[in-house]
């Protein structure tokens, strides 16, 4: 099977899940479509795909899971018989059960898991991971879509097996408990707002709502006058510790 068209469908609120993704769609080398569903400001449009296509799933990993807010809005597209790659992008520590819930949740909407990828990527907090994915890392994402394309030529076959996770799922899923802050600086322009993933910016641009921020931190790289910022003794005390818990080089996991 050579599928005629890839489609990668993504949550990534830092941008490293997508570009990831991407890398593994680029291997397999066929014509690609980007579905971001990140921001809640643009509604999900529900769609079906055939067997003869290839759909990557990308998504971080939020405390050892696919972050809640995320997994309807990529339980919104269903497949007929059709092939997918599950991946998650983590922060230098473990992907725990993320891969294994994005391939229950493909396999429950008509998909079928042939590959799965955990790529590490800087992490949110902190300085974790800087820098990543570097080229090489996204050489070997590329490198895995190769591979998972070669497989194909033999036919659709369930990987779920190989996949790594447990069930039931671990805690998690919910991000963190830090919130940004918005500097004098901010000119109402409304990128943020409309970047945001959870809904979390009121209509000031300015206020954080805590209940529904999930401190994806999205809304400082956005934002064009920097007047996002971490303003919190606490994270920093935080990142610390966190910091040097997460030191340790991890490479990326690939299953086929």
Same mark, same amino acid.
């Given at each position: 099977m050579n599928p005629v068209k890839t489609t990668v469908i993504v949550f990534s609120a830092t941008g490293t899940s997508r570009k990831s993704a991407m890398a593994i769609a680029k291997g397999i080398g066929c014509p690609v479509e980007v579905i971001d569903v990140t921001a809640l400001a643009d509604a999900v449009q529900p769609k079906t795909f055939g067997p003869d296509e290839l759909v990557i799933f990308g998504a971080p990993c939020y405390g050892g899971r696919i972050p809640k807010i995320a997994m309807p809005r990529l339980?919104?597209?269903?497949?007929?018989?059709?092939p997918c790659i599950v991946t998650t992008a983590y922060g230098?520590?473990?992907?725990?059960?993320?891969?294994?819930?994005?391939c229950d949740m493909a396999k429950d909407n008509g998909f079928v898991? %042939?590959?799965?990828? #955990?790529?590490v990527a800087q992490?949110?907090? /902190?300085? @974790?991971?800087?820098?990543?994915?570097t080229a090489e890392d996204l050489a070997e994402d590329e490198a895995f879509g190769r591979k998972v394309l070669e497989s194909l030529k033999n036919g659709i076959v369930d990987k779920t097996e190989?996949?790594?996770?447990?069930r039931p799922y671990k805690d998690g899923g919910n991000g963190g408990k830090f919130r940004p802050s918005t500097m004098d600086s901010c %000119?109402?322009?409304? #990128?943020?707002?409309?970047?945001?993933?959870? /809904?979390? @910016?009121g209509e000031d641009n300015q206020t954080i709502d805590n209940d529904k921020c999930i401190s994806c931190f999205r809304c400082i790289p956005v934002c064009p006058m920097k007047a996002?910022?971490?303003q919190n003794p606490a994270y920093d005390?935080?990142?610390v510790g966190f910091n040097e818990r997460l030191a340790a080089r991890q490479e990326s996991k690939f299953f086929i």
């Open positions: 339980a919104a597209f269903k497949g007929e018989g059709t230098n520590r473990d992907f725990d059960d993320a891969l294994v819930e994005l898991p %042939v590959g799965a990828a #955990a790529m992490h949110t907090f /902190g300085t @974790i991971a800087v820098g990543r994915p190989v996949i790594p996770g447990n %000119v109402n322009c409304g #990128a943020c707002r409309k970047a945001c993933p959870a /809904g979390a @910016i996002k910022a971490i005390e935080f990142c």
